[in-house]
């Protein structure tokens, strides 16, 4: 999406176009089709084996997560779905990270969009502090605004399905 008027984004850059993967995440199909592509092509494509446990920041990487999961399931594979919250709670069991992580060695993390990549480093942080590994993040669309350096500064390489540029030169 364009718009003269800049849109002010998580990293309080500002920015002419804006990438609303809402409309992927938060639509039926959209959604089954993104989980078939990460499961059959992305992650094959990349030598890699479908995790045991995939998840990410609330709220751009919940729907991924739970759909990745349940695409999965359909093949027989277990993936625990991870909810990590921007916030540990301040009542009830006080946990960032929601999920059954029980004997689960490493995650797999997942953004909608990746501009600074700083959101997606949240859950890597948080992960990592719980003992779980993180090598791969997988996005829809990576801005290509720093957030593939930054992922790889930590040691984690980022896998998107899209690219700004593959859209737009600007
Ligand atoms: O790479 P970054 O510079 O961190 O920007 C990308 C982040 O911005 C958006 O999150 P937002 O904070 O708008 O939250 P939402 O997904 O919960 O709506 C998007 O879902 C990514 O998580
Ligand atoms: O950096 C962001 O906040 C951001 C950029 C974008 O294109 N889309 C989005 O959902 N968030």
Known sequence: MYREEPFTLASGKMSHHYFNCKKITLHPARLSLLAAAIRDELLPAHGLAL?????????????????????????????MPVVVRKEAKGHGTGRQI???????????????????????????????????????????????????EALSAEGVQLIALFKKSDFSSR
């Open 51 to 79: 995790p045991k446990a995939a998840g990410g920041l609330t709220l751009g990487a919940d729907p991924i997560a739970y759909a990745f999961s349940l695409a999965c399931h359909e093949k027989g594979h277990l993936c």
């Open 98 to 148: 929601e999920g059954d992580l029980t004997d689960i060695d490493e995650v797999l993390v997942f953004d909608d969009v990746i501009t600074t990549a700083g959101s997606t480093l949240k859950p890597v942080a948080a992960l990592r502090e719980a003992g779980k590994q993180v090598t791969t993040a997988v996005c829809i669309v990576d801005r290509e605004e720093g957030g593939r």
